[in-house]
C-alpha cells in the first residue's frame, strides 16, 4: 500500500516537475550553452565553440560596466522610492477616514494600469514644449530657466525613468505593507499610549520592527524585478541603457546571441549572490 501511495505520489508531481524543466531549467541550460558558442545566423552553418571568449569580452567592454552601473543606480532608487513611498501611503491610509476604501482603489490603479498606456500618457507629461513638468518647474516655480528634453535627452531620461518607475510600482510596497500594518494589534500601541509613547516612539519601536520581514521581502522582489526590468525603460526611453536594454541591443539588434546570453549569465550570478548575502545578512535566515 505504501509503495502504490509512493508512486500516486511521484505521478501527481510529475506535471510539476516537467513544468519546471521546460520553463525554468531549460532556458537556463540552453542559455549557459549559447554563451559559450559563437551562433550562426544561418540553420545550415553549425554554431562555433568558444568557450569563455563572449565573457572575457563582455567583462573588458567600457559599455557593459556602464550599463552595470546605470542598472545599480536605476535600481537602488527605485527600491528605495517605492518601499519608503509605500510605507508613507500604506501609514497614512491605515487610518479611519471616509472614502477610505475609494482612495485605496484609486491608489492601485498605476499599478494595474497597462504599461503602454501609462507610458504615452507620462511622455506627454514630460513633453519638451507641451508637457506638464516643464510647465510647472520652468513657468509656475522658476526651477529651470529652460525647457528640457526629459524623455529624448540621455541625461534627464534616466531621472524620467526613475520618477515614472516609482510612481507605477510603489502601489504594490503600499499594499504589501498595508496588509500587514493592518494585522499589528492594536494593544500593542494601547500598552505603548499607557506608558508615554510619542507617535515617533510607537513607529520606530512597534511599527518597524512588525514590518522587517514584509519590507525585508519587498527589497527582494523589487531588487530582481528591478534590475531585470526593460519594458518601462525602452518604452519610455531607449536612451537610458540599462543592461536589459544592453542585452537587447547585443542580441536583437546587432544579433549576437552569444554575447547577450553571457551577459545573461553574469547578471544571474550577481542577483543570485545579492540575494544570498541579502537573505543570510540582513533577515538573518
Same mark, same amino acid.
Given at each position: 500500500?505504501?509503495?502504490?501511495?509512493?508512486?500516486?505520489?511521484?505521478?501527481?508531481?510529475?506535471?510539476?516537475?516537467?513544468?519546471?524543466?521546460? *520553463?525554468?531549467?531549460?532556458?537556463?541550460?540552453?542559455?549557459?550553452? *549559447?554563451?559559450?558558442?559563437?551562433?550562426?545566423?544561418?540553420?545550415?552553418?553549425?554554431?562555433?565553440?568558444?568557450?569563455?571568449?563572449?565573457?572575457?569580452?563582455?567583462?573588458?567592454?567600457?559599455?557593459?560596466?556602464?550599463?552595470?552601473?546605470?542598472?545599480?543606480?536605476?535600481?537602488?532608487?527605485?527600491?528605495?522610492?517605492?518601499?519608503?513611498?509605500?510605507?508613507?501611503?500604506?501609514?497614512?491610509?491605515?487610518?479611519?477616514?471616509?472614502?477610505?476604501?475609494?482612495?485605496?482603489?484609486?491608489?492601485?490603479?498605476?499599478?494595474?494600469?497597462?504599461?503602454?498606456? *501609462?507610458?504615452?500618457?507620462?511622455?506627454?507629461?514630460?513633453?519638451?514644449?507641451?508637457?506638464?513638468?516643464?510647465?510647472?518647474?520652468?513657468?509656475?516655480?522658476?526651477?529651470?530657466?529652460?525647457?528640457?528634453?526629459?524623455?529624448?535627452?540621455?541625461?534627464?531620461?534616466?531621472?524620467?525613468?526613475?520618477?515614472?518607475?516609482?510612481?507605477?510600482?510603489?502601489?504594490?510596497?503600499?499594499?504589501?505593507?498595508?496588509?500587514?500594518?493592518?494585522?499589528?494589534?492594536?494593544?500593542?500601541?494601547?500598552?505603548?499610549?499607557?506608558?508615554?509613547?510619542?507617535?515617533?516612539?510607537?513607529?520606530?519601536?512597534?511599527?518597524?520592527?512588525?514590518?522587517?520581514?514584509?519590507?525585508?521581502?519587498?527589497?527582494?522582489?523589487?531588487?530582481?524585478?528591478?534590475?531585470?526590468?526593460?519594458?518601462?525603460?525602452?518604452?519610455?526611453?531607449?536612451?537610458?541603457?540599462?543592461?536589459?536594454?544592453?542585452?537587447?541591443?547585443?542580441?536583437?539588434?546587432?544579433?549576437?546571441?552569444?554575447?547577450?546570453?553571457?551577459?545573461?549569465?553574469?547578471?544571474?550570478?550577481?542577483?543570485?549572490?545579492?540575494?544570498?548575502?541579502?537573505?543570510?545578512?540582513?533577515?538573518?535566515?
Amino acid at each position: 500500500m505504501k509503495q502504490k501511495e509512493a508512486h500516486l505520489g511521484y505521478w501527481l508531481i510529475l506535471p510539476t516537475v516537467l513544468l519546471i524543466v521546460g *520553463l525554468i531549467l531549460y532556458p537556463i541550460i540552453y542559455n549557459l550553452w *549559447l554563451s559559450l558558442h559563437k551562433v550562426n545566423m544561418n540553420p545550415a552553418i553549425p554554431n562555433t565553440f568558444i568557450g569563455l571568449g563572449h565573457y572575457w569580452k563582455v567583462l573588458t567592454d567600457i559599455d557593459f560596466w556602464m550599463s552595470f552601473k546605470t542598472s545599480i543606480i536605476f535600481t537602488v532608487s527605485t527600491v528605495v522610492g517605492t518601499t519608503l513611498l509605500g510605507l508613507g501611503v500604506a501609514i497614512l491610509l491605515n487610518r479611519e477616514f471616509k472614502g477610505r476604501t475609494i482612495v485605496r482603489g484609486i491608489i492601485l490603479l498605476p499599478y494595474v494600469a497597462p504599461v503602454i498606456s *501609462l507610458v504615452f500618457g507620462w511622455k506627454y507629461l514630460f513633453h519638451p514644449v507641451f508637457g506638464l513638468a516643464n510647465y510647472v518647474m520652468v513657468d509656475v516655480l522658476k526651477l529651470l530657466p529652460h525647457n528640457i528634453d526629459w524623455i529624448e535627452s540621455p541625461q534627464y531620461a534616466f531621472y524620467a525613468v526613475i520618477v515614472f518607475n516609482i510612481w507605477r510600482n510603489f502601489p504594490f510596497s503600499f499594499l504589501m505593507i498595508l496588509a500587514r500594518l493592518q494585522s499589528i494589534p492594536a494593544s500593542l500601541y494601547e500598552a505603548a499610549e499607557i506608558d508615554g509613547a510619542t507617535g515617533w516612539n510607537k513607529f520606530f519601536h512597534i511599527t518597524l520592527p512588525e514590518l522587517n520581514f514584509v519590507i525585508g521581502a519587498l527589497v527582494i522582489l523589487r531588487t530582481i524585478w528591478n534590475f531585470y526590468k526593460f519594458d518601462e525603460v525602452y518604452l519610455l526611453s531607449p536612451s537610458v541603457e540599462t543592461l536589459p536594454v544592453y542585452v537587447y541591443e547585443k542580441a536583437f539588434a546587432n544579433f549576437n546571441f552569444g554575447e547577450g546570453a553571457a551577459i545573461t549569465t553574469i547578471l544571474f550570478i550577481f542577483v543570485l549572490g545579492f540575494i544570498l548575502y541579502y537573505v543570510k545578512k540582513v533577515l538573518k535566515w
